[in-house]
Nanobody, 120 residues
Framework: EVQLVESGGGLVQAGGSLRLSCQTS????????MGWFRQAPGKEREGIVC????????YYEHAGKGRSNMSIDYNKNTVFLQMNNLTPEDTAVYYC?????????????WGQGTQVTVPS
């Protein structure tokens, strides 16, 4: 059973940074692409960053380009998202997700999410 559990959200001041964690289990990083996306109230899902299966390629969407970094601790099966220079527009629920092999941004599994709030 695939399980994804995000943590690390909270209140972040504008200009600050976030570091989120996603504890994973039940699948192999060789078979699934792993990524982060977010959803703000009343808005569609927005991709941030994704690493394809086998750590072959990293893709950034607009939300994450130039100010985010994704890493994987294979020993702990934990995925991290670092995002810098946050603004109130970054307020959203942040999710980690997996998709078969490639970064299709069509997630097969995702966690419960962690709220990040950047006050204006």
């Amino acid at each position: 059973e695939v399980q994804l559990v995000e943590s690390g959200g909270g209140l972040v001041q504008a200009g600050g940074s976030l570091r989120l964690s996603c504890q994973t289990s039940g699948f192999s990083f060789d078979d699934y692409a792993m990524g982060w996306f977010r959803q703000a109230p009343g808005k569609e899902r927005e991709g941030i960053v994704c690493i394809s299966s086998g750590n072959a390629f990293t893709y950034y969407e607009h939300a994450g380009k130039g100010r985010s970094n994704m890493s994987i601790d294979y020993n702990k099966n934990t995925v991290f998202l670092q995002m810098n220079n946050l603004t109130p527009e970054d307020t959203a629920v942040y999710y980690c997700g997996v998709a078969p092999l490639v970064c299709s941004w069509l997630w097969t599994y995702w966690g419960q999410g962690t709220q990040v709030t950047v006050p204006s």
